[in-house]
């Protein structure tokens, strides 16, 4: 039987009978006040580790999902960088094959320091932000990069093809107007230099090549110009064209000139017959270039059939 009794103010007194035995406990209020700071103590010791379990547990939680995004997102990082990389190869391609067209056609080379159109700025991983990024932050950061440098090389390529075409054009162009091709097949009679003249019989300039061929047989531009026709008693029926540049032909002793006055021809155009007009022994085709007014040998802008393509 255990009775309790309060002997006193703040005192507890506890009575416990047994085996003819009373045992009497007395609690003090300190004591009491020591338990109940114990027992809150404990309390919210209790409560403070549950909370930390429940802490550490939604935080694995959380390092599990993020985890496994992380990997899904590494494993995007690592396809968009291997698609990087192979764009990457596939400029450097385009840059050669660029490099042998230029050298090809003797246009201006490109400089690889050129190609890489760099722009201005630090780009480094040391810098305040990357101190608090995280390594896919990084990572995507040097992806974006090289992004934007591929797409500086790619717009730099469109340039460069953009200025090699012109380049072929205007190439072109020129090479249209410098005479290149034989005005007549035929028989050379007579060549560029001092000569005995066939009609004068004297030692003579011949500022031209003679050639022989049929009356009658088609005189085709050596090159593009502007037409300009006439008649003179040596030239006899001619054509004197001016090719917009240094060089200026003149095709002599036509039987008849093909070609009015002021007109634009091209190469290989009909501009006129072969005829004995002017001083001339018999039908041929007299043939001159001039450049900067001065007359050169023809034989030397006279090209293989073949390698002319107009
Ligand atoms: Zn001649």
Redesign the pocket.
């Known amino acids: 039987m255990v009775k309790k009794k309060r002997a006193a103010l703040n005192d507890i007194v506890v009575q416990c009978e047994g085996r003819g035995k009373i045992c009497t406990l007395r609690a003090r209020p300190f004591l009491i006040r020591c338990c109940k700071s114990v027992l809150c103590m404990s309390v919210a010791g209790y409560l403070l580790l549950a909370s930390l379990a429940l802490f550490l547990g939604i935080a694995r939680s959380v390092t599990f999902f993020s985890e496994c995004k992380n990997t899904r997102l590494m494993s995007e990082i690592r396809e968009m960088r291997d698609f990087v990389s192979s764009q990457e190869e596939y400029i450097t391609r385009l840059f050669s094959d660029d490099d042998c067209r230029r050298s090809m056609y003797g246009a201006v080379a490109v400089s690889d320091e050129v190609r890489q159109v760099g722009v201005g700025g630090p780009a480094t991983d040391d810098d305040i932000e990357s101190v608090f990024a995280t390594r896919h932050e990084i990572e995507l950061r040097r992806l974006a990069e090289r992004v934007d440098k591929l797409l500086r090389q790619y717009d730099f390529h469109d340039y460069s093809l953009t200025d090699f075409s012109g380049y072929l054009k205007d190439k072109k162009y020129r090479m249209d107007h410098v005479p290149s091709i034989a005005p007549i097949n035929g028989w050379l009679?007579?060549g560029f230099g001092v000569r005995t003249h066939p009609i004068f019989h004297e030692a003579r300039m011949?500022?031209?090549?003679?050639i022989a061929n049929f009356e009658g047989t088609p005189i085709r531009a050596s090159a593009a110009g502007v037409a300009k026709t006439g008649r003179s008693e040596t030239y006899g029926n001619y054509v004197f064209l001016d090719h917009g540049n240094e060089f200026t032909t003149i095709y002599?002793?036509m039987r008849a000139t093909g070609v009015i006055d002021g007109r634009y021809v091209k190469r290989g155009e009909i501009i006129g017959y072969v005829g004995s007009t002017g001083l001339?022994t018999g039908p041929?085709l007299?043939?001159?270039v001039r450049k900067y007014r001065h007359p050169i040998d023809p034989e030397t802008y006279i090209l293989p059939n073949d390698f002319i393509v107009d």
């Open positions: 009679l007579s011949h500022e031209g090549v003679d002599a002793h001339s041929h007299h043939y001159e």
